[in-house]
């Protein structure tokens, strides 16, 4: 996480992002999510898992994108 905060930090004051940059952190932030979803729920398919990520997704869209 810490590595996503220094990356928005780098884009909020226009300096150099790193290789990875915001998106490739927020990928290794959503990694870990999904880390930590597999070890409490060892039987969530993919499929479950994707439905669970649009309707949630879908969500947000309605709510935040305004």
């Not at 996503?4 to 150099?16: M, S, Y």
């Not at 940059?21 to 969530?44: F, P, Q, R, S």
């Amino acid at each position: 996480f810490q590595e996503l905060r220094d990356e928005t930090d780098c884009v909020n004051i226009n300096k150099e992002p790193g290789p990875d940059g915001v998106v490739g952190e927020c990928v290794d932030v959503i990694l870990c999510a999904l880390d930590i979803i597999a070890t409490y729920d060892k039987g969530l398919t993919e499929s479950e898992l994707q439905s669970m990520f649009d309707n949630k997704y879908e969500k947000w869209k309605r709510i935040y994108s305004k």
